[in-house]
């Protein structure tokens, strides 16, 4: 049974028989952390009683009446579970005639429960801290990366085909050198050479002068 549906039947059950009645839900770790169940429940009666003032630094006024009426507290219970609650709320009088006022420390309910963590709770938070640490250095360098890398370039279909005219142009460059290349280390072939090449008779022969 959820923590919701256990409220809804606790509700209904009083509801039933008193009609709607207010309910103080009560965190075990402030059980654990008090030794002590009346403490508990003016530490949670008082947490949430801040939280629904308007002042702006969470004072909230209280009587003994009203602590009697909300949950059955006399004078000297509600001594006892201020001295409990020490350094986690904070109690002054104010106002003529005067009055209590209560407010919550959420920095001294904090360090008080960090006393409950186990040393495997402790290791577990810290693992999931340099899991999370890990993480965000990751994205971070992914980030990096991602502007860094050069933007690209949409080109236009005249674009496009003016850099395929170029690269054709550049290409038949390259071919033409090639061929001039090949001719140019071919050796010259002189008449003389054709002539022997196609008569047989030796060309020192064929360049002589007739005998006058």
Same mark, same amino acid.
């Given at each position: 049974m959820s923590l919701t549906q256990h409220v809804s039947l606790v509700a209904s059950l009083v509801s039933s028989v008193l009609g709607r009645q207010p309910i103080v839900a009560v965190p075990t770790p402030f059980i654990h952390l008090l030794g002590d169940c009346t403490a508990a429940t003016? $530490?949670? =009666? +008082? +947490?949430? $009683?801040?939280? =629904?003032?308007?002042?702006p630094e969470g004072w909230f006024e209280r009587s003994h009446e009203a602590w009697r009426s909300d949950l059955n507290l006399s004078p000297e219970q509600i001594r006892r579970c201020v001295r409990h609650c020490a350094g986690m709320i904070e109690v002054k009088r104010m106002g003529l005639p005067s009055?209590?006022?209560?407010?919550? $420390?959420?920095?001294g309910i904090r360090g008080r429960l960090a006393t409950l963590q186990t040393p495997e709770v402790v290791g577990l938070s810290m693992q999931a801290s340099v899991t999370q640490a890990v993480s965000s250095q990751s994205e971070s360098r992914k980030a990096v990366a991602g502007q860094m890398q050069p933007p690209v370039v949409q080109q236009t279909p005249q674009q496009a085909a003016e850099q395929t005219r170029r690269h054709s142009s550049i290409a038949v460059k390259k071919e033409k050198d090639t061929q001039r290349d090949d001719v140019q280390r071919t050796s010259p072939v002189t008449t003389e050479m054709l002539t022997r090449l196609l008569t047989g008779i030796p060309t020192d022969v064929i360049c002589r002068k007739p005998v006058e």
């Amino acid at each position: 049974m959820s923590l919701t549906q256990h409220v809804s039947l606790v509700a209904s059950l009083v509801s039933s028989v008193l009609g709607r009645q207010p309910i103080v839900a009560v965190p075990t770790p402030f059980i654990h952390l008090l030794g002590d169940c009346t403490a508990a429940t003016f $530490l949670a =009666q +008082c +947490c949430y $009683l801040s939280d =629904q003032s308007t002042d702006p630094e969470g004072w909230f006024e209280r009587s003994h009446e009203a602590w009697r009426s909300d949950l059955n507290l006399s004078p000297e219970q509600i001594r006892r579970c201020v001295r409990h609650c020490a350094g986690m709320i904070e109690v002054k009088r104010m106002g003529l005639p005067s009055r209590n006022f209560y407010r919550i $420390l959420p920095e001294g309910i904090r360090g008080r429960l960090a006393t409950l963590q186990t040393p495997e709770v402790v290791g577990l938070s810290m693992q999931a801290s340099v899991t999370q640490a890990v993480s965000s250095q990751s994205e971070s360098r992914k980030a990096v990366a991602g502007q860094m890398q050069p933007p690209v370039v949409q080109q236009t279909p005249q674009q496009a085909a003016e850099q395929t005219r170029r690269h054709s142009s550049i290409a038949v460059k390259k071919e033409k050198d090639t061929q001039r290349d090949d001719v140019q280390r071919t050796s010259p072939v002189t008449t003389e050479m054709l002539t022997r090449l196609l008569t047989g008779i030796p060309t020192d022969v064929i360049c002589r002068k007739p005998v006058e």
